[in-house]
Every structure is written in C-alpha cells, then in structure tokens.
C-alpha cells in the first residue's frame, strides 16, 4: 500500500475511533434528554423507548411548579458564583505571588502546598465541619463557600502561567513608579484573561456539581443546592423516571451553555498554560 493510501486509512481509523467514543460519551445525555420528553411510565417499558412517542413539557412544568427546582437552581447559582468569585480573586493573588514576588520561603510553602495535593478531600470533612460549627457557620451558605475560596490546584495553575510574563516588563513598570497592586490591576491581571476564564470555569462546574459538602453542612431543606435536591426528589419520586431525568437535564443545561460560550478561552488558557508553564 502506498504512503498516501496509509496516510488517509489512518485518518479514517483515528476519525472513526474518535466518532465511536463521542456516540459512546453522548448517547446516554442524549437518551436522557429524550426521556425528559416522554409522558410518565413511558420510559419504563420493555424495551425502553428511544424517542417519545407524543413530547410533552409537562415533566418541566413539574419540576418547576411542584417541587420547586427553580429555588433550588437559584441557590446553586448564588453559591457557585460566590465561590467563583471570591476563588478567582483569592488564587490570582496567591500564584502571582509565588510566581514573580521573593519573600522568605517562598518555594518552601509552595512544595508543602503541593504535598497537600495528595491528601484526599474526604479525610478534611470531618475536622473542616467541626471548625464550622464551633465558628457558628453550620447551616448556612458561608460554610459552603469559605472551604472553596482557594485551592491548591487554582493557585498552581496561576502560577504555572504567571512564570510566563516577562519580568522585564514588571520591572520597566517598577522603573516608572507604578506600584505593585497597579501593577498587578493594570499588567498583570490583563495577561493572565485566558488562564482566569480556564480557572473560573473549572471552579464554577466543580460548585455547581459539589453534592457531598453541601449535603453535610446544609441541614435546612430551603438552603439545598440543586444536586442535593435532586438526590432527595429521586428518593420520593423513585418511579417517576421521566421527571427526574427533567430535573436533571436542568442541572446539565447550565454549565453545558457556559462551556460552549467560553470554550475558546477554555482551550486558550489549557494550550498556552501548558506550553509556557
């Protein structure tokens, strides 16, 4: 076989492999989003049904109406927002920091930052949920968002990028009177966009998906997040697969519109981080 005919068979097998692990990824959201539409009991039947037989909106109107998903949406919102905000401002400051300012044991903090990478989530709970509810902060929103605020990957991440800003143009600045936090405002935060919108989406999704956290703090009903509530519902509406696939497709709807607006500066900040950090 001659080497033009390899090149395209290999183009052939590798689109082919790449098409058959997207169908394998997509077919079970897109079997959701199908059952979503199907009236009640349809998606239970032998063998289940690919596409509804009559769409309806009534398993939307549901989730809204009668138990209340958009409260529970809200809430979500407000507290993946915060923790984005509050994430962002916080590991931008941090990984400029160990990036670009000397200050005594610098790297020291940094390795022992780094080694606390290792140490899985879990074994925190405990002890994080004592020190709030002796700080009065159990059952409330600021227990869920204050663990978040910084984070050892974000700080990384920052800094990994931060390391490619050329020191000579922080200098010239220095040189010409400008502060550090003008510095920082004016210079630095404009070069860091890509990776900022990277970070700010990797800590949006990871809030907005959080069940265990806030299942352990928030004890009120009311203040539940929508994965929470969503675990609750499919508890008490155990059979009624087509509502709870709604509910669902509301929790994915999201933060999958979110990723498709800011994909561009998604694969910016991953492309150019790796390659300058």
Do not use: C
Request: charged residues 10%; without cysteine; aromatic residues 10%.
């Amino acid at each position: 076989m001659s080497g033009p005919n390899v090149g395209l068979l290999q183009k052939v097998l590798v689109n082919g492999a790449l098409l058959g692990f997207a169908v394998v990824s997509l077919a079970p959201l897109l079997w959701m989003l199908s059952v979503s539409f199907m009236v009640q009991g349809e998606a239970n039947t032998l063998p289940p049904p690919l596409l509804p037989d009559a769409p309806t909106l009534q398993n939307y109107r549901e989730v809204f109406l009668r138990l209340g998903v958009g409260r529970y949406m809200l809430n979500s919102f407000g507290v993946a927002l915060a923790v984005t905000a509050l994430s962002l401002a916080l590991n931008t400051m941090a990984g400029y920091a160990f990036a670009k300012l000397r200050f005594s044991g610098r790297d020291r903090i940094f390795r022992g930052l780094l080694g606390a990478l290792v140490i899985p989530a879990q074994i925190a709970m405990m002890p994080l949920f004592l020190m709030l509810k002796w700080m009065g902060l159990v059952n409330s929103y600021a227990g869920v968002v204050i663990p978040a605020m910084a984070s050892v990957f974000g700080i990384f991440l920052v800094r990994q990028y931060a390391r490619s800003l050329p020191d000579e143009l922080l200098e010239a600045a220095r040189i010409d009177g400008a502060g550090e936090l003008r510095i920082f405002v004016q210079i630095v935060l404009p070069l860091l966009t890509p990776i900022l919108v990277t970070l700010a989406m990797f800590t949006f999704l990871a809030s907005w998906n959080d069940f265990m956290w806030p299942l352990i703090v928030l004890s009120d009903s009311e203040l539940h997040t929508l994965p929470v509530a969503l675990s609750n519902l499919s508890r008490e509406h155990v059979q009624d697969n087509e509502m709870m696939m709604a509910g669902a497709v509301l929790t994915i709807l999201p933060v999958l519109l979110l990723f498709l607006g800011l994909q561009r500066y998604y694969l910016q900040g991953l492309l150019l981080g790796s390659v300058k950090g």
